[in-house]
């Protein structure tokens, strides 16, 4: 039996990450590869507000699946429209919205911010429905083939396996969509590099190389779709930091 009741409570406030240089780097090479009239879908943390921040001059976006406080900023401002989208046009689906008083505000009795359960929302089936379709998703560790962790250090299970790979999956069937995976380019304080010749023994592949098209860290973004073996290896390279680029490299072709 299902019962309900109603409940007079203040939401739970979900503050901003700070944001520093490394993140506002990510954010505006992320920008650079998102046109105008797209949805986007962004998860939380530094790195998805800095990208949010830096599409302060694009036009005609939609936001898809979560909604935090910078696209309120993005809305008044004439950025986010929604009106590019051919469905559900001038609205915004969303699953979930996490952020302050002024987010919650926002979204009261909004007729832009359709919510909706996450069976619509990360549906890859929808999600192809959706032209320009840009799926901006992060990692712990990403390989020289394009392989993609977000959830496990070698065995070791650190996060939820969450959207990603529904949204990826959608953008790869997106009219002019996109998946990018935007991280920095190291770890623990500096001391290990996130892009690494092979995934540590045991880690979980969140997405397949397959539909790698774009990562992006503070040092610029690597294409890779279409690419070969050794394409991928380079362009990767390119934006590791440059400390292990030698390593990676010899390891790369070894």
Not at 75 to 98: C, N, P, Q, S, Y
Not at 229 to 239: F, M, P, S
Request: aromatic share 4%; charged share 20%; proline share 6%.
């Amino acid at each position: 039996t299902d019962c309900w009741g109603d409940v007079d409570e203040p939401l739970a406030p979900y503050p901003a990450t700070p944001i520093g240089e490394v993140e506002r780097a990510i954010g505006r090479h992320v920008a650079a590869l998102v046109p105008d009239g797209a949805t986007v879908q962004v998860g939380v943390g530094a790195i998805p507000q800095a990208v949010l921040e830096a599409l302060g001059s694009h036009r005609e976006v939609a936001i898809h699946s979560l909604l935090v406080d910078p696209p309120v900023t993005l809305v008044e401002r004439g950025v986010v429209t929604g009106a590019a989208k051919r469905l559900h046009r001038g609205r915004l689906d969303i699953a979930e919205g996490m952020g302050t008083e002024r987010l919650f505000a926002f979204m009261h009795d909004n007729p832009l911010v359709n919510m909706e359960p996450s069976g619509f929302v990360h549906d890859p089936a929808i999600v192809a429905q959706i032209d320009r379709f840009v799926a901006i998703n992060s990692a712990l560790e990403i390989d020289l083939t394009g392989q993609v962790t977000a959830e496990s250090l070698g065995p070791r299970q650190v996060a939820g396996i969450g959207g990603q790979f529904d949204f990826v999956l959608g953008a790869s069937r997106s009219r002019g969509g996109a998946a990018i995976v935007a991280l920095p380019s190291t770890g623990r304080e500096g001391a290990v590099s996130r892009i690494v010749p092979r995934l540590s023994a045991g880690a979980a592949v969140t997405n397949p190389r397959a539909l790698a098209d774009w990562v992006v860290t503070e040092h610029g973004a690597a294409g890779l779709r279409g690419k070969g073996e050794r394409g991928r290896a380079q362009a990767l390279i390119a934006v590791a930091h440059p400390r292990f680029r030698e390593e990676l490299l010899q390891r790369a072709t070894s």
